[in-house]
């Protein structure tokens, strides 16, 4: 199931179209056209509103569920838990919310304020918290006379692909058409995504898959449209089971990335960055820290928007030797368009920005 179109239920989705900008200052530094992606402007502050909403607007508008109560369960404390609060809250549904002991207060008071139900603490990791959310509330026989309780997983379902695809269909009607009038290829040359669990990267090769066949053409294309998911060192769990050729998972989220911090991808994610559709080119890039937290410091000052590690490593990539070092069969020229899927994130504050310009002048690398 993809997106759902709005005449096909009367509720409104919980998320909106965002903006395309092209950044004079980012552009020159790069040498090429960057277009940014501004999700960091959804309805919870990242991207994650898309896939979630879409999955929850799903429920809804199901005809199985007519006449029941929709109670929606996150097992994120992270962008996803908040962006099933707000889809949940703006759709008049509950949420609830389980978190592991190590999410910050001040990650629960803003899923608190945000309009959860409720948001418990359980276990010590993510994966123990998920499975007492199950336990507890999903997988029991007998539940409230009238409320039927639902899952909300934070990145691995169809329905949150598709939601998180549709940023492919709007970037298609906002970037200039190709100067040569070809339509069959898709008007950017690069996209620089974010890669944690894989929802968002599996959004955007599924909405390029469904853009190319779309736009047919005859005989191969020339030109492939390259796909750079980016990760931190600590956190980049693609790369590794790229690296050995099988799905695997890391040991530990040893990042500042946090919110990149799945220990293992969805399944899709790595069968399609090994096998992409044709027409595209996927290249895993993997950064350290100090690069992540450069793009969040070079973003807010030069855009004046704050956003997490997790978004800034994608914006650091495109302004870098990494992004030609990835793309080394392709002349990026100042005619070239990087576009930049500013994912956004609310774990990130004023003063964590500070920390990060402090210890990126003191030579943190």
């Not at 056209?33 to 809804?60: E, M, T, V, Y």
């Not at 950017?188 to 929802?199: H, L």
């Not at 998911?229 to 040893?254: C, F, N, P, R």
């Not at 990026?332 to 576009?339: A, E, I, Y």
Request: glycine fraction near 10%; charge should be negative.
């Amino acid at each position: 199931m993809d997106t759902i179109p709005p005449n096909q239920s009367q509720r409104r989705r919980p998320w909106i179209e965002t903006p395309l900008i092209e950044s004079a200052a980012l552009s020159k530094a790069a040498g090429c056209r960057i277009f940014l992606k501004l999700d960091c402007l959804q309805p919870s502050g990242s991207f994650k509103s898309r896939g979630i909403g879409n999955l929850i607007l799903a429920h809804l508008s199901d005809p199985s569920n007519n006449g029941k109560k929709l109670h929606f369960y996150s097992s994120s404390g992270g962008n996803a838990g908040l962006a099933a609060v707000v889809a949940a809250r703006d759709l008049g549904c509950a949420c609830t919310v389980v978190v592991p002991h190590s999410t910050k207060q001040y990650t629960i008071d803003i899923l608190r304020a945000a309009g959860a139900s409720d948001v418990l603490q359980h276990g010590a990791s993510w994966f123990e918290a998920d499975t007492f959310l199950r336990e507890t509330f999903i997988d029991v026989p007998e539940q409230i006379d009238g409320v039927k309780n639902v899952y909300v997983h934070p990145f691995d379902n169809p329905i949150i692909w598709g939601g998180h695809s549709s940023i492919i269909s709007e970037l298609a009607d906002q970037l200039p058409a190709r100067e040569d009038g070809d339509k069959t290829h898709f008007p950017a040359d690069v996209i620089i995504c974010s890669v944690g669990g894989g929802g968002l990267f599996n959004g955007i090769i599924q909405g390029l898959n469904e853009y190319n066949k779309s736009h047919p053409k005859d005989g191969p294309r020339e030109k492939e449209l390259d796909v750079l998911a980016v990760e931190t060192k600590g956190a980049d769990s693609l790369a590794y089971s790229l690296q050995s050729g099988e799905l695997k998972s890391l040991d530990a989220i040893t990042s500042i990335a946090t919110t990149l911090g799945a220990l293992s991808v969805a399944p899709m994610a790595f069968q399609n960055a090994r096998e992409p559709p044709e027409g595209v080119r996927v290249t895993s890039v993997v950064v350290p820290d100090a690069e992540a937290a450069r793009g969040v410091v070079t973003f807010a000052d030069e855009m004046r928007i704050l956003v997490e590690p997790a978004c800034g490593v994608s914006i650091d990539v495109a302004l870098g030797a990494r992004l030609r070092e990835a793309v080394t069969d392709r002349e990026l020229g100042p005619d070239s368009r990087v576009v930049v899927v500013v994912c956004g994130g609310s774990a990130v504050t004023p003063e964590i920005v500070a920390e990060y310009r402090t210890r990126l002048a003191q030579g943190w690398v």
